[in-house]
């Protein structure tokens, strides 16, 4: 069972969770606008983009800081090693957001990433007195997004909320079996990532900027 929870926690590692976003909504929501009015290679490239700065880019910067014994392992489960390393993820994000806030791209996206690095630089705070779930901060902030989107826009996206759900409630488990939280700290996570992406939103509607 362990294996089975480690492998959930690795496949949907919060650090993939602006990729996912990305791939549901240019190539999972075929009735939306994101679908259907955004150029193929766009997409990719975009997705790519995404996935250089919020999993490739992070992953180097906790390597370097590994082998400089910063932190003694690449899961940083010491709670107190964790502040540092989601600072400087948290950057990586902030400074996505700066470089396509002028593209002409969709709006909810620029907003999804901006709030995912807010998501992660809360973590890093909240690190300082206690161990809240980046897992469930991960995908809770996905599902605050897509419920965003659909509430704000007539995009049907049953499906896809309801297997985001599904998955959260599969990598919360895998959280537990592993140990690596209680269930309040997964709870909190989940609730703080759909909660924070969900009022940006909101905030950003009412300021027309999506």
Same mark, same amino acid.
């Given at each position: ?5 480690? !492998?959930?926690?690795? #496949? ?6 602006? %990729? ?9 929501? /075929? ?6 009015? /955004? ?10 983009? #995404?996935?250089?700065? %919020? ?9 370097? +800081? ?7 392992? @690449? ?7 964790? %502040?540092?390393?989601l600072i400087m993820t948290s950057l990586c994000y902030f400074g996505l957001f700066y470089m396509i806030y002028?593209?002409?791209? &969709? ?21 300082? &007195? &206690? ?14 997004? @897509? ?7 007539? *995009? ?8 985001? +759900? *599904? ?5 919360? !488990? ?21 909660? #924070? ?12 900027? #999506?």
């Amino acid at each position: 069972m362990k294996n089975i929870a480690h !492998f959930i926690s690795y #496949v949907f590692h919060p650090l993939l969770m602006a %990729t996912y976003g990305c791939l549901i909504v240019f190539f999972g929501l /075929t009735n939306s606008i994101y679908f259907v009015f /955004t150029p193929l290679k766009l997409k990719i490239v975009l997705t790519l983009t #995404v996935f250089a700065f %919020t999993f490739l880019l992070p992953t180097l910067n906790l390597l370097i +800081l590994y082998k400089l014994n910063y932190v003694s392992s @690449l899961k940083i489960e010491n709670r107190k090693e964790r %502040t540092f390393p989601l600072i400087m993820t948290s950057l990586c994000y902030f400074g996505l957001f700066y470089m396509i806030y002028d593209f002409n791209i &969709w709006p909810a996206i620029k907003l999804f990433i901006f709030g995912a690095g807010f998501c992660i630089l809360s973590a890093a705070i909240i690190s300082l &007195w &206690w161990q809240i779930s980046a897992h469930m901060i991960g995908v809770g902030g996905l599902i605050g997004a @897509l419920f965003a989107i659909s509430y704000f826009m007539p *995009i049907p996206i049953f499906t896809a909320l309801s297997v985001c +759900l *599904i998955l959260a409630g599969f990598i919360g !488990f895998a959280r537990l079996q592993l140990n690596a939280h209680t269930p309040n700290q997964v709870y909190a996570g989940f609730a703080f990532g759909c909660l #924070v992406q969900f009022s940006l939103f909101f905030i950003a509607q009412s300021l027309t900027f #999506v």
